[in-house]
């Protein structure tokens, strides 16, 4: 049973924008820390940016003033927007669910590649 759907990934040229989406089920959006990751090639998967049910953010260092994280309660969505894109910004990113005690969920990834 899926329960995270990512969409919204590309090609960007450097300095643009994406915005990615992610479609979760209505109880891991009651209950749940929602983040993004990402994974560049040949690296660790890493934490871009999260925010808990009440609305508390907190960024990676290399994404801070350019990326945004929301969510939409009533459509179950997570965003997240990304502006001045770099070159290495370039990642598999992931959509997230964790909750203390509970089990962690993962999307399937969307690729975003910037580059001119």
């Known amino acids: 049973q899926v329960q995270l759907v990512e969409s919204g990934g590309g090609l960007v040229q450097p300095g643009g924008s994406l915005r990615l989406s992610c479609a979760a089920s209505?109880?891991?959006?009651?209950?749940?820390?929602m983040g993004w990751y990402r994974q560049p090639p040949g690296k660790q998967r890493e934490l871009v940016a999260r925010?808990?049910?009440?609305?508390?953010?907190n960024y990676a260092d290399s994404v801070k003033g350019r990326f945004t994280i929301s969510r939409d309660n009533a459509k179950t969505m997570v965003y997240l927007q990304m502006n001045s894109l770099k070159p290495e910004d370039t990642a598999v990113y992931y959509c997230?669910?964790?909750?203390?005690?509970?089990?962690?969920?993962w999307g399937q990834g969307t690729q975003v590649t910037v580059s001119s």
């Open positions: 925010m808990t049910r009440a609305g508390h953010t």
């Open positions: 209505e109880w891991i959006f009651r209950f749940y820390t």
């Open positions: 997230n669910a964790a909750a203390t005690g509970l089990s962690e969920y």
